[in-house]
Each structure stands twice: as C-alpha cells, then as structure tokens.
C-alpha cells in the first residue's frame, strides 16, 4: 500500500540522529518538536524562526551589531545559531534544505537529537561562548574581569525555564520577548 501523500510533500525525507526518518512535509513551521517513532521528541529548527526562540531580542540585535556573517547581505540568525550547534554536535543534529519546495513554507530545516528544551540550554551555551570570544578579543582586561564575574552570576538551565515560561512556547500568543 502506497504512503499517503503529505499536503506540500515532494517525498523529500529527513534521516533523523536516531535513526528514523521524516518526510520534510511533515514539518511544518509552528512545529517545535518532533514526536517521532523512536519514542523521544526531536527539537524542530527552520530558517523561518526567529533567533529571539533562544534569547530575547536585545541581545539579537546585540549579536547582529557584532558578528560579520561571511555573506554581507544575511545578518546574523537562526541559520548561523545552527550552524554552530551542528559545529559543535554534528552527529546530533539532522538538517535538510528543502528550498526548492516553496510549498513548505521554510528553506532550511535541522531536527535534533535533544528536545527543544535541551537545545534550548545548548544554543545559550554557545552564544555566551560566542561573546565570551568576542570580549577577549576587545582587548579591555576589565571588561572581560567583568563579563566572566558575570557569568559565574548566569544560570543557564534558570534562564531558559524563566525565558520559555516568559515566551510561552506552547501558547498561541508566543511573541519575542
């Protein structure tokens, strides 16, 4: 018997960290896990969402005023957040561009292994390792006294219950904060 056909499916399929796979056509763009056979949830990434999913956007637009993207005209967002947690995990993280199927709605799709919560900690993790970088390299020995002092103060797994409670992931109404 033949598989029914996924509204906007072209029968692209995503080859998951855990083995399964996924019709790209399955994944739509209010999706944020996963719920797959293998009995865990994924955490379900697009082009389409925001980098404020992970951090509020003051500290987006902080990150856009000081990272130059390799490409002048694409600021700094959910593309290059990804890029580094496939950097960092690339056994873990399944991605697909599925550009040429406008039906979709997004270009670029990642399913990880962790949950969204997991990743949610990661991608924090890896921003404030980003800025970190990016104090050292201003060459201001109180700055970075500074922000280190800071970060002993900076909880990950706090701040992500606390910005996930604020942004309300599984509500309609979920805004940047």
């Not at 029914?4 to 855990?18: I, K, N, Y």
């Not at 990150?63 to 995990?89: A, K, S």
């Not at 700055?143 to 002993?152: G, H, K, R, Y």
Request: hydrophobic share 40%; charged share 30%.
């Amino acid at each position: 018997m033949a598989e029914p056909r996924v509204p906007g499916g072209d029968g692209a399929t995503l080859d998951l960290p855990c083995g399964e796979s996924v019709a790209t056509g399955k994944l739509d763009m209010g999706m944020r896990e996963y719920d797959c056979d293998c009995g865990e949830s994924h955490a379900v990434v697009m082009d389409v969402h925001p980098p404020s999913r992970f951090v509020p956007e003051f500290l987006v637009d902080i990150l856009r005023e000081t990272i130059d993207t390799t490409d002048e005209n694409v600021e700094f967002g959910t593309l290059h957040i990804m890029g580094v947690v496939m950097e960092e995990f690339p056994e873990e993280v399944a991605s697909e561009d599925v550009a040429e199927n406008p039906d979709l709605g997004y270009a670029m799709v990642w399913v990880t292994d962790f949950n969204s919560r997991r990743l949610h900690e990661v991608v924090v993790e890896l921003i404030v390792e980003l800025m970190e970088h990016a104090v050292s390299h201003a060459e201001d020995d109180e700055a970075m006294s500074q922000f280190e002092a800071d970060m002993l103060n900076f909880d990950v797994p706090t701040f992500v219950e606390q910005y996930r409670k604020e942004r309300d992931f599984s509500g309609p109404h979920d805004r940047p904060a």
